[in-house]
């Protein structure tokens, strides 16, 4: 499988603190893979360095065959790569519709773009992920009045907008309740199946990872403890000890 993501020993230092340690971790065309570790293990720290948030102090990071390793994140969505975030950022007092439309506004147009007449394919793309995402009915609702697992799935609608390769999802199903977390693994796995969208999934939810991925990469303290597929990481002793910890329950 060509690596469409590869970032290879990324450091990245807070002061004193290594919270990322000659990190590897690659993702295929295509390919749907977990990234899992106890909280305060680097997840969202790496997914700042890939998106280009933050800078790295050591390492590359490829996508694409292109080096981004110093882009700007506007740069590297552009190559098609996009992101959400843990905490969720959308415009609370605009309508889901105008949150999917400037989803796409990269180069710094922020709310500015709100101005600009909004082109036709735009209002297509929008509708149909809506509909997809079963929001339609909520288009022209602000945002702020979405429970959280409607906002989850209005984040991954704004990721899709721009027709990435690569999504790089936060803790998608944190805050969501049980049954729309079934609809979110439905529609991220049909995305995957047939649009080939690459999905890098963070999660705290095990058995949302197992389900829909091929590899699992688990992460503590700052460095890779463990990769392979979810039934040998489920099994692997050294990943029991740090994740699930000693009677083998999941620690959040
Ligand atoms: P995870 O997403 O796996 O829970 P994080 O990547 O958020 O972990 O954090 C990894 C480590 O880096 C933690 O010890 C956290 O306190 C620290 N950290 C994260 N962001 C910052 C920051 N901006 N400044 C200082 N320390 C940070
Ligand atoms: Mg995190």
Known sequence: MTALLEARGVVKRFGGLTALDHVDITVGEGEMVGLIG??????????????????????SITFDGTDITRHRPHQVARLGMSRTFQVI??????TVSENMELSIQW????????????DPGTRRRVESL???LLLAPLRNERAGVLSGGQRRLLEIGMALMSEPRL???DEATSGVNPALVVEIADRLREVNRSGGVAFLLVEHNVGFVADLCQ??????????????????????????????????????
């Open 38 to 59: 106890p909280n305060g293990s680097g997840k969202t720290t790496l997914f700042d360095c890939l998106s280009r948030v933050s800078n790295v102090d050591a390492g």
């Open 89 to 94: 950022r959308l415009y609370r007092d605009l």
């Open 107 to 118: 180069e710094g147009l922020g709310a500015s773009g709100l101005f600009t007449k909004t």
């Open 130 to 132: 809506l509909e997809f």
């Open 167 to 169: 999504v790089l999802l």
């Open 215 to 252: 590899r699992v990469v688990v992460l503590d303290q700052g460095a890779k403890l463990a990769e392979g597929t979810p039934r040998r990481i489920m099994h692997d002793p050294a990943v029991v000890e740090a994740y699930f910890g000693a009677e083998g329950e999941v620690r959040k």
